[in-house]
Structure formats: structure tokens, C-alpha cells
């Protein structure tokens, strides 16, 4: 294996071990400053990041590949970290316990993350994702003082194992019938595949081990209790960044590994997708605890997100990692609020008189809530244009794509009422219980400022970034 193409994952697992070092000579009252650390660190990798040209596309001699599809998820990933990080800096009281040892595991997730970015080998797909699903058990059940955190590690640990068990079980079938795992490989081994049927049906369960990670249909119902439990800090990385590994992973193996199984499977795709975003929205409506609602809404979101996928062509899967970037500073903003206003009870009901309490806390939750309605001039809004585009653009060859569009557009409905009821709270709640001010800590306040910039810069001015999705896509094969 080149080594050289692992310069950003070993810098990050550096800095991990650089902090468990730290932590064990420095005093308990100044292991919170660790996160500060960890927090530049990243800062510094992401910046070398930029110095560091993408390489070659994937190959049949190597595991992981440097190209900008890799390039661009890696840096969304450390920019997903960073807030995460931030955020638990701001909540760092409330773990009495190993805060240190918390920064460190959410390096090693960071670096699981990272490799799944780069992997053309399911031995490294497999390697990668239990990486992250050791970290996770972790992290979710890291406040052992909750039983509600205790509990959502342990749901997550049971589900998380039998996704496992899917997507080992479905490349030890791959492996046994074409003899590779490479991704570049297969794809050159496919007219010899092509109706074996052990081999399509271990790439089925590879996908349904995927769905487990975006929160898609079948795997999709551990999502709402285990955001629910999780701490928020965590909660925001599972929805971001695992979310996005996932995706990732599925984009690769469609349009790499099997590209073939991307147009045969189109409609099993679409099912996903409308049946997905159908659950989540309809799940979301009598929702009391805004994290379960955000849970139902990350289902939701998935099941939008497979519109790119089920699109089959660079338009979709450009549009896809649009509305990952849109997704990102979405949620940080919305767990930088949840983590400032609710951090031990996140009942909606918690949120009555918000705009009175503090207007810049109250407006960012605004921006979060109609951003991820698919309001314009929002993220949000341009994330969901562009997915529906790419979708339409296909419906000539394929009328089915116009009834899934159907369905998205009902869903985007749906979501408004539930997205404008929390807002609803906030500003127009009766005898709300609280109305005594909030003071915005400048390590909430800035990076808060910075998320609700992004939505409105990305929504108003797209072609950047969605010039980025475009190049990094051409690393896929349609």
C-alpha cells in the first residue's frame, strides 16, 4: 500500500495519540482546554488538505484512492469534526468524566470516516465502518450517568452489529464468486457476474449493511431513539459525518464497484427513496423532543438523498454531495442551539419564548428550520432543486422518476408543518414558562454565525461548491 496516500488519516490518528498523551499529565481541571487542541490540530490538517493535490482515479492495485471524491468528503468530515468538537467544548462541564478520552475517540471516528472516503476494497470498506462502529458505541453511551444514553448505546451496538453482519456476510459472497474485492476489478469481471446470482445477491446485502449507516430504509429505525439518547455532540456527528460515510461508500460501490446494478436496480432504488422519505416525514409530525424530530427529519433527508443516487447519472450524485455541504452547517447550527438552550431537556416545549430570550438563537433556529423545509434562498432550498432536477432530467427515459419527484415534493410539504411548528414555538408560544435572557458564549455565538452564513451563501451562490461536487464525481463511472 502507498503510504502517501494516507498522509491526512495518519495525521489525524497523530493528533488523536498527541491527546491521549496530553491528557494523562494534564489536571483535571484543564482537560477541557484538550478540545481546544484537538479543535487546531484539525484546523491545521484541513488546511494542509488544500496543499495537497487529489491524485489518479482508483486502480487494481490498491485499496483506497486519493481522487476528489476522496479529497472532497475528507474535508467535509474534518469541517464536520470541528464543530462536533466545539460543540463539546461548550458542553464540557457536563462531562465530569473523561472528556479527554471523548476528543480522542472522536479523532479515531474521524479517521474510520476518512478511510471509508478513499476505500476501493471492501476489506477496507469493512475495516473502515467497524472503525467508526467502535467509536460510536462509545461516544453514544459515553454519559454513563444517563440511562437514556446507556440505552441508545445499546440499541445502537445490537443494530449497528447486525448491519455488520449484512455487509460481511454479503462480501464473503462476493469474494467466494468473483474472487476480488477490489471495486476496479469487479467492475472489469462484470460481463462474467452478470447472472450469477450469489454474487448480486451479496451486493444486496452490502446495500442493506449501507442503509443501516444513511439511515435509510429497511435499517432506518434505530435513528430517532438513538439521537434521542445520544449526547448532542454526538447526535450532530452520527447525523452529519456517519451519515455522509455512508453515502460515500454507497456512491462508490454503485457507480465503481457495479455500475450495472445501478441501472437494473433503479427501481429498488426509487422504492427506497420514496419509502424512506415517506417514514421520516410522517414519523416527524407528533414528535415532543426536538432531537427525535430531528432523527425522523435525518430519515426523511436520506430518503432525498436517494434521489441523486436513483437518478444514475453525475447530475444526481453531484447533487447529493450539494446537499451534504447544505446539510452540514444545517445541523451544526442546529445542535449548536440545541446544545446552548436544551442540553439536558430537549422538549420542544423547552423552546417557548426563545425569540424573546435571545433573538440570534431564535433566528438561527429559524434559518435551521426553513433551510431544511426547502425554503428559498437556504441550503436547503438548492439541495433539494438540484436532486429533483437531476431526477426530472431522467424521467424522459424513465416516467417512474416523475412519480418519485411526486413523492419528494409531498414529503417537502409534510415537513413544513412540522419544521414551522417548532418556530411557532419559539415566537408565538403562550405563557411560555421562561423568559429570563440567555447569554451566547463567543465559542457557540461564532461558529453558530458561520453555519448561518454558509446556508445563506450556499443557497444564494451555488456554482462554487456545486463546480467542486461536479469534478468530484468524475471519479464515479455512469
Request: hydrophobic residues 60%; contains cysteine.
Amino acid at each position: 500500500m502507498n503510504f502517501s496516500l494516507l498522509t491526512l488519516e495518519i495525521a489525524v490518528a497523530g493528533l488523536a495519540l498527541l491527546l491521549l498523551l496530553l491528557d494523562l499529565w494534564t489536571p483535571p481541571a484543564l482537560k477541557p482546554r484538550l478540545g481546544w487542541v484537538a479543535v487546531a490540530g484539525l484546523l491545521v490538517i484541513l488546511g494542509a488538505s488544500f496543499c495537497i493535490a487529489p491524485g489518479g482515479p482508483a486502480t487494481a492495485d490498491s485499496m483506497l484512492a486519493q481522487d476528489g471524491l476522496a479529497v472532497f468528503f475528507q474535508r467535509f468530515f474534518m469541517v464536520s469534526a470541528i464543530f462536533v468538537l466545539l460543540m463539546a467544548n461548550a458542553g464540557a462541564e457536563r462531562m465530569s468524566l473523561g472528556i479527554g478520552e471523548f476528543h480522542v475517540v472522536v479523532l479515531m471516528a474521524l479517521v474510520g470516516m476518512m478511510l471509508a472516503a478513499a476505500a476501493t476494497d471492501f476489506v477496507l470498506v469493512f475495516v473502515s465502518l467497524e472503525l467508526i462502529s467502535i467509536s460510536f458505541y462509545v461516544l453514544v453511551s459515553f454519559q454513563r450517568s444517563r440511562l437514556q444514553s446507556l440505552e441508545a448505546g445499546v440499541k445502537y451496538l445490537i443494530l449497528s452489529a447486525l448491519s455488520a453482519a449484512f455487509l460481511v456476510f454479503g462480501i464473503a459472497l462476493i469474494f467466494g464468486t468473483a474472487n476480488q474485492t477490489n471495486f476496479v476489478r469487479l467492475d472489469e469481471a462484470a460481463a462474467m457476474l452478470d447472472n450469477n446470482k450469489v454474487y448480486w445477491l451479496g451486493v444486496l446485502l452490502v446495500l442493506f449493511g449501507l442503509s443501516f449507516k444513511i439511515s435509510a430504509f429497511p435499517l432506518q429505525v434505530w435513528t430517532p431513539d438513538v439521537y434521542q439518547g445520544a449526547p448532542t455532540p454526538v447526535t450532530a456527528l452520527l447525523a452529519i459525518a456517519s451519515k455522509a460515510a455512508g453515502f460515500v461508500l454507497l456512491l462508490r460501490v454503485l457507480f465503481l464497484a457495479v455500475p450495472a446494478l445501478a441501472v437494473h436496480w433503479d427501481k429498488m432504488l426509487m422504492l427506497a427513496s420514496g419509502i424512506t422519505i415517506l417514514y421520516g416525514n410522517l414519523c416527524a409530525i407528533p414528535q415532543r423532543s426536538l432531537k427525535r424530530l430531528l432523527g425522523y427529519s435525518s430519515i426523511s433527508n436520506a430518503g432525498y438523498l436517494l434521489l441523486g443516487v436513483a437518478a444514475v447519472n453525475a447530475a444526481g450524485s453531484a447533487a447529493v454531495l450539494y446537499y451534504l455541504a447544505g446539510y452540514l452547517f444545517t445541523l451544526a447550527a442546529a445542535f449548536l442551539v440545541i446544545g446552548a438552550v436544551m442540553p439536558d431537556n430537549d422538549d420542544i416545549g423547552v423552546l417557548a419564548g426563545l425569540g424573546r430570550r435571545s433573538p440570534f438563537l431564535a433566528g438561527a433556529l429559524t434559518l435551521v428550520m426553513v433551510s431544511l423545509g426547502g425554503i428559498p434562498p437556504l441550503a436547503g432550498f438548492m439541495g433539494k432543486f438540484l436532486l429533483l432536477r437531476a431526477l426530472v432530467e431522467r424521467g424522459a427515459a424513465d416516467p417512474a422518476c416523475y412519480w418519485l419527484a411526486g413523492v419528494a415534493v409531498i414529503g417537502v410539504v409534510i415537513s413544513l408543518y412540522y419544521y414551522f411548528a417548532v418556530i411557532r414555538v419559539m415566537y408565538w408560544a403562550k405563557d411560555p414558562p421562561d423568559l429570563s435572557p440567555i447569554v451566547v458564549p463567543a465559542q457557540v455565538l461564532i461558529p453558530l454565525a458561520v453555519c448561518m452564513a454558509a446556508m445563506l451563501y450556499l443557497g444564494v451562490f451555488p456554482g462554487r461548491i456545486l463546480a467542486g461536487a461536479t469534478e468530484a464525481v468524475k471519479a464515479l463511472k455512469f
